[in-house]
């Protein structure tokens, strides 16, 4: 066995018996079908990666786009994105998640599709292009889903409100990923605030029946 190897499956047992991160490590077939084949994920990613059954559907919406997934993380959206977009711009500002991003890519086969960036989306948002914006910024760590109501201002590093502004600047299309039990009312708030006002629809993610995020479709295809 190479040292690689060795460490790969020290992490693999640790992953196995560490409390915070059993729970996601149990589903890691479903966050990533080839997990075996030398996926990375860091704690932070154990949390917060969108399950790749839910992620196929994001990336549905997005065929032949070119789509960027303005907070990476280790590349969950960012994989299937690339498997049937145009090209796939991927952000995130730090750089080990965009390391593992990479990796996680290449065992997909499709890291040729994807830019990788290091970057603050923030100050990037103003030089960025591309046809759909998909945003699963930081939802304030595993605890989102003590609250009643999950409210645009608990949404990291910003506030929903200033980051769907600054989102708006580069394309109207613009998918959210949220908690399920995000305020409802704000996301109409959003869509009927903008100007021209955008169409909104919201979408049910679920994982073996269960409702498990939100994800929100913003577009200006006004019907
Ligand atoms: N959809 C991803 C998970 C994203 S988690 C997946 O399926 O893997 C949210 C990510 O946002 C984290 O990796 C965090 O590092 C990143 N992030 C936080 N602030 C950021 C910023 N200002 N710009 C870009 N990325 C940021």
Redesign the pocket.
């Known amino acids: 066995m190479t040292i690689d190897e060795q460490s790969h499956l020290k992490k693999e047992e640790e992953n196995g018996t560490n409390p915070k991160i059993n729970r996601y490590w149990i589903q890691r077939y479903d966050l990533f079908s080839r997990y075996d084949e030398g996926i990375q994920i860091d704690e932070?990613?154990w949390y917060?990666?969108?399950h790749e059954e839910i992620?196929i559907k994001h990336a549905e919406r997005c065929r032949g786009k070119v789509v960027i997934?303005?907070?990476?993380?280790?590349?969950?959206?960012t994989i299937q994105f690339a498997k049937v977009s145009s090209s796939v711009i991927a952000?995130?500002?730090?750089p080990m998640?965009v390391q593992m991003a990479m990796n996680n890519a290449n065992v997909y086969g499709v890291a040729n599709h994807v830019d990788f960036v290091v970057?603050?989306?923030?100050s990037l948002a103003p030089s960025l292009k591309g046809d759909v914006s998909f945003l699963?910024?930081?939802w304030g760590g595993p605890n989102y889903c003590k609250v009643e109501s999950f409210k645009m201002d608990m949404l990291?590093?910003r506030d929903g409100y200033s980051l769907f502004k600054i989102v708006q600047s580069i394309t109207p299309n613009i998918i959210m990923?949220l908690p399920k039990n995000v305020d409802l009312a704000q996301l109409e708030e959003l869509a009927s605030l903008s100007s021209p006002p955008l169409t909104l629809e919201i979408e049910e993610s679920c994982i073996g029946g269960k409702m498990i995020a939100i994800t929100a479709y913003f577009s200006r295809n006004a019907a």
């Not at 997934?69 to 959206?77: E, L, P, Q, R, T």
């Open positions: 932070e990613g917060s990666v969108t992620a997934d303005c907070f990476a993380g280790v590349g969950g959206n952000i995130d500002i730090d998640k970057g603050d989306f923030f699963s910024p930081p990291q590093p990923y």
